[in-house]
């Protein structure tokens, strides 16, 4: 189904809590990106990465931390600091940010805080 | 920076009718053009793109069109089955970014 998985699927958080969820591909895509989808909505643009150490901020940073350490993984931080953060997140890769190519989705992870 | 419209947001067609959705692009450097359908609950999957030095695709019943004098775009979908319910969702690549419209919620009546 693409080889790019998300964990866990379902999560929950108490309200200052962080949490981390996982993103891995084994794709050998260069470009991994993080959206928030809220119900009825589009999809925005949390951070991206087009190669390893390097990440750049989306619309809608604020509230979130990412690190990419190794080419297969992106994880991405919900900290305290994001007031509104239940929603779906979806994680994508591409081949190569600079082209015309299509990105891929994993399977989505739905947060709910508590 | 890009800004994507898509237009309907809700989309009821008859089993077997046609389905169009349109979206307009502000950012004429854009050049990439996908549309993606989500069904409810599951990830976002490519459905057709096109690029920019094309101005028409087709894959069954499925095709996408594009006028860049007019920046706007649109997908048309013929002989319209139940499966074909979902969102939809149109993008734009703009600098290294896809930029996505809202969605169209394509609801088919039996």
Request: aromatic content about 12%.
């Amino acid at each position: 189904d693409g080889g790019i998985t998300q964990s866990p699927k379902y999560l929950f958080r108490k309200e200052g809590q962080n949490v981390t969820l996982s993103c891995e591909q084994n794709l050998n895509h260069d470009a991994m990106y993080w959206y928030r989808q809220d119900p009825g909505q589009g999809l925005r643009l949390i951070y991206y990465s087009q190669i390893v150490n390097d990440f750049q901020k989306g619309d809608i940073a604020e509230g979130y931390s990412v690190s990419r350490e190794k080419k297969e993984s992106f994880p991405l931080t919900v900290t305290s600091a994001q007031k509104n953060p239940t929603a779906f997140y979806l994680c994508a890769s591409s081949p190569a940010e600079y082209g015309n190519n299509e990105q891929f989705f994993g399977p989505g992870t739905r947060l709910t805080v508590l | 920076g890009e800004n994507v419209e898509q237009h309907p947001s809700t989309l009821s067609v008859q089993e077997g009718d046609s389905a169009v959705i349109k979206c307009t692009y502000s950012d004429s450097a854009s050049n990439y053009f996908p549309w993606y359908k989500q069904e409810l609950g599951k990830r976002p999957q490519l459905i057709i793109d096109i690029r920019s030095n094309v101005g028409e695709k087709k894959d069954q019943r499925i095709a996408v069109t594009l006028n860049k004098t007019a920046k706007h775009f649109s997908l048309h979908i013929t002989e319209t089955q139940p499966e074909d319910s979902a969102v939809y969702f149109c993008a734009a690549k703009s600098n290294y970014q896809l930029i996505w419209g809202a969605g169209t919620k394509l609801i088919i009546k039996p």
